[in-house]
């Protein structure tokens, strides 16, 4: 049967046999919709090309594998349109989705109903997008022109050489901090964040931040790194291990930084959030140390697990497939972690501190609970 402009022909992109059976089961029995079948591999999107009009896009990931998964679609199904079901209910990555293909979103609290008419919507006007979130997309085309019309014309210095410090100023630069973020970051005071910032724009002949940061892109995507930014960038920003041992012994910082990581993980579900974290930094690690509470509560009885936590449990296993060594630490959430993490998922159990030595300095590693004076009761329990 020939697509109308009533007559909307869907495919169902899922991850697994039930989804997709119920997703087809609830929308096949709308009078205007034609399931045209239904897939969970993206292999085998490419023989839909010529029937259909809208994907549905059921996602089980977020971050840059949902936005490579939507990028897929638009390749291999360029008429049709991608709506995104079961979208995170977070800002920057709905808006990362949308810059990469998706023109509809459902969120997983809404009904199925605003389900339906997010579809029929798309089918005929285009596009469905919350009001609240026009401005947004009306802020963000803004700095897209912007940043169009500053590197219109661009004759900078493509190959110039920067030293270590000024790509490390550059990278927080292009990931959109101000001088005084960069200050605090870096722990140097604003007036020698200008200068890097003056030095690097002599030196590549550049004549404002936005065109240093896109030479910072370029080089990077010469380099095959990918820098990925989506409201908070994830940057690639290489810290030698002074620095490294600067944050730590900043108290305030490592609050800060906890504290962003727990509100990024509650507002994503913190299943997804953690999953999300170990992705990205898997790109670049060679060993992953997890120090204790990765789990709000974890007990394993005899022949029982606690429910929850797959999509963190499937990451951990993945990423230790691959080969990538990952040491977990219990902590006084999930002591009574036994031998089925290890077994299952590949990981490393620590029930005692660690000592590593990297670049000739020591590390002592470990879940930070009944290591120092008092906490009598923790400790008797952790014997």
Known sequence: ????????????????????????????????????????????????HTSTDIVAYHADVAGPALFDGIRLLREQLPDAKVVLLHAPDLQDLILGAIEVGAVGYVHSHQSVAHMLTTLRTVHRQGVAIDPEFTSVLVERMTQLSQQVRSQAGMQFNHDAVLTERQIEVLALVHAGLTNEEISERLYISVGTVK????????????????????????????????????????????????????????????????????????????????????????????????????????????????????????????????????????GNHDMWIFDYLPQETGVQLHRKPVEREWNGVKFF???????????????????
């Open 195 to 330: 200068n890097h910032v003056h030095n690097i724009l002599k030196t590549l002949d550049a004549e404002n931040r936005e065109q240093a940061a896109y030479w910072y892109a370029l080089q990077h995507e010469r380099d095959d790194a990918a820098v990925v930014a989506n409201g908070a960038a994830a940057q690639d920003v290489q810290l030698d291990t002074g620095a490294l041992i600067a944050v730590t012994e900043h108290s305030d910082t490592r609050e800060m930084i906890a504290d962003r990581l727990e509100r990024f993980c509650s507002r994503l579900g913190w299943s997804i959030g953690h999953a999300f974290l170990l992705d990205q930094v898997s790109q670049d690690a060679a060993e992953i140390f997890i120090v204790g509470d990765l789990f709000d509560f974890w007990f394993e009885y005899r022949k029982a697990v606690p429910r929850g936590f797959v999509r963190v449990l499937g990451k951990l296993a993945e990423l230790t497939d691959r080969g990538l060594p990952i040491h977990l630490f219990t």
């Open 1 to 48: 049967m020939t697509g109308t402009v009533g007559w909307m022909r869907l495919l169902i992109v899922a991850p697994n046999a039930m989804l997709i059976s119920l997703l087809s089961k609830v929308l096949g029995d709308e009078d205007d919709i034609e399931v045209v079948g239904g897939v969970s591999d993206m292999e085998d999107v490419a023989r839909f």
């Open 365 to 383: 590693i470990g879940h930070g609970d009944g290591l120092g004076p008092g906490d009598h009761s923790y400790k008797f329990i952790k014997k």
